[in-house]
C-alpha cells in the first residue's frame, strides 16, 4: 500500500568529481514517510521486505522514478547526471526484474544512459555463480555497474578479476581513518592505484573534512560521496542544485 500511495521518497545525495569539484552524478535513496508514524529509518523497512519477499518491488519502484526522472530532465533540455540505483541480492534471484531493466536499458542509446546499478560485495558474495551472469547482462546492455562497499571485510580480488566493475566504491571505514590510522591510509593508496590500472573509478563515501578530502585528492581518487559537500536531500532540492550550477 505504501508503494502504491507513493509513501516512499527518493532522497539524492551527490557526487563530486575531485578534480575540480564539480557534481558528476548521484545515489538514489529511499525514504519512507509514513502517513501516521512519520519517517522510518531504512534499517527498519529494508530487512523486513527482504524477509517477506517483497524487496524487489521497492527496488523497481526506486528505478520507475529515477528513469522518470531523468527522462524528463532530457526531454527538457536540462542539465542532469547519472544516478545510481542499489539492487538487492534478491533481485538476482527475479529474472523477471532483471529482464525488465535490461527492456528499459535497451530504450536508450547505450551512450545515454544515465542510470546506474549499485550492488554490494555482500550481495556478490550471496547471489553466487549462478546468478552473476545477470550482472553481466546488465552491462552488455549499457548499465555501469558499481561494486559497494569495497573492503568492507568480505572484499576478494577474485571479484575483480571475473568482473568488469565501472566504480568501486571504497568502504566508509577506509576514509574516516585517514589522519587517524597510517595502515588505512596505505591501503587506500594501494586500492587507488589498482583500481586505476584496472581501469577502474574510485568513490570515496562518507568523507566528511578538509583533511579526507585534500588526502584523497592528492593521492588520485576520482570522486566524493559524503557530507563534506551535501547529505541525502529530497529529488527537488538536487534539481535545483543542478539548475542552479552547484
Known amino acids: 500500500r505504501a508503494i502504491e500511495e507513493e509513501q516512499f521518497l527518493v532522497y539524492l545525495q551527490p557526487k563530486y568529481r575531485l578534480s575540480d569539484g564539480s557534481p558528476c552524478g548521484a545515489e538514489a535513496l529511499v525514504r519512507w514517510f509514513h502517513e501516521q508514524k512519520g519517517f522510518i529509518s531504512p534499517g ?30 532530457r526531454a527538457e533540455k536540462k542539465r542532469f547526471v547519472p544516478v545510481s540505483v542499489n539492487l538487492s541480492w534478491m533481485d538476482f534471484y527475479d529474472e523477471n526484474m532483471l529482464e ?6 535497451k530504450k536508450n542509446n547505450p551512450n545515454e ?27 552488455e546492455n549499457g548499465a555501469e555497474i558499481l561494486l559497494d562497499d569495497f573492503g568492507s571485510g568480505y572484499s576478494s580480488f577474485g571479484m575483480l578479476q571475473d568482473y568488469d566493475f565501472d566504480i568501486l566504491k571504497m568502504d566508509i571505514s577506509f576514509v574516516r581513518n585517514i589522519g587517524v590510522n597510517k595502515k588505512s591510509e596505505s591501503i587506500l593508496r594501494a586500492i587507488i592505484d589498482m583500481a586505476h590500472q584496472l581501469g577502474i573509478r574510485l568513490v570515496a563515501e562518507g568523507a566528511e573534512t578538509e583533511e ?5 585528492r592528492a593521492n588520485g581518487c576520482d570522486y566524493i560521496q559524503g557530507y563534506y559537500y551535501y547529505k541525502p536531500m529530497p529529488e527537488n532540492e538536487f534539481l535545483q542544485l543542478l539548475d542552479e550550477g552547484k
Open 44 to 73: 527498519q523497512f529494508i530487512p523486513a521486505l527482504e524477509k517477506g519477499g517483497y524487496i524487489s518491488e521497492l527496488d523497481r519502484y526506486m528505478i520507475e522514478k529515477v528513469t522518470g526522472c531523468l527522462d524528463q530532465r
Open 100 to 105: 525488465w531493466i535490461v527492456r528499459g536499458l
Open 113 to 139: 544512459q544515465k542510470i546506474r546499478f549499485e550492488i554490494t560485495e555482500t550481495s556478490l558474495a550471496a547471489i553466487g555463480e549462478n546468478h552473476t551472469r545477470m550482472l553481466m547482462h546488465l552491462k
Open 212 to 216: 579526507q578530502v585534500a588526502f584523497l
